[in-house]
């Protein structure tokens, strides 16, 4: 199945500072979902993104889809103690049975 | 979440013994998931059921079987437990084919 490749693994900031996750893949996704997961708790459904180009936004929290729907991005501006936790990207493969494939996750780590 | 109960949230079980998961929702989704988490792989789908005895496998199925006898609920059976098969299992729904999903509050297996 469609791979995708998560980077960074690990990303430590200050607090206030931006972050940026980004999910690369060698094939064109249909579409691309992103989850955070809260350490010990599980993944929750932050955002989906389904056009070329496409850019939405929540508060601080922006993501995009690359033109050639190849890759997506999740950048935070200023983050805060509470975005601490795991970022993953998924998308769901080409069946009509919806089987979303993760990313490795991205580990953020917020300093006070 | 209310919507979705796993059962139970730990278990410590020895090698060779069978294990079951199981995975409750009063949310009448038709598809429902088994994932397992380890460091470093992110979430890998195990199985997936689209309906009432209606299932199929996932990228990492060997050592795993399901079974979904009604909408409500979706086991996980271990045959036999291996030590590879410790981790934590999330199950997870979903209302449609790549729709976002919907998951619940994990079970964390050790197996000794």
């Known amino acids: 199945g469609q791979q995708v490749m998560q980077i960074p693994q690990y990303q430590h900031v200050q607090e206030g500072e931006d972050f940026t996750t980004y999910c690369n893949s060698s094939?064109?996704?249909?579409?691309i979902q992103w989850y955070k997961q809260r350490p010990g708790g599980h993944p929750v459904f932050l955002i989906q993104l389904v056009k070329s180009g496409e850019v939405k936004k929540q508060k601080r929290l922006t993501f995009q889809f690359g033109e050639a729907k190849k890759n997506s991005s999740l950048h935070i501006t200023a983050t805060q103690t509470t975005d601490v936790g795991t970022y993953f990207c998924?998308?769901?493969?080409?069946?009509?049975?919806?089987?979303?494939?993760f990313g490795q996750g991205t580990i953020l780590t917020v300093h006070p | 979440d209310a919507g979705i109960t796993q059962s139970p949230r730990h278990k410590v079980t020895e090698t060779g013994t069978p294990v079951t998961l199981r995975c409750h929702q009063t949310?009448?989704?038709?598809?429902m998931y088994w994932y397992r988490q380890d460091p470093g792989h992110g979430l890998r789908l195990i199985h997936y059921s689209y309906g009432v005895k209606d299932t199929d496998k996932g990228e990492v199925s060997d050592g795993y079987s399901v079974s979904r006898s009604k909408t409500e609920d979706f086991l996980l059976t271990l045959e036999s437990a291996t030590s590879s098969q410790t981790s934590v299992y999330f199950c997870?729904?979903?209302?449609?084919?790549?729709?976002?999903?919907?998951f619940g509050n994990g079970t964390r297996l050790t197996v000794t």
């Open positions: 094939t064109t996704l249909s579409n």
């Open positions: 998924a998308h769901a493969g080409g069946t009509s049975y919806g089987k979303l494939t």
């Open positions: 997870a729904l979903g209302q449609a084919p790549n729709s976002p999903l919907h």
């Open positions: 949310e009448n989704h038709r598809y």
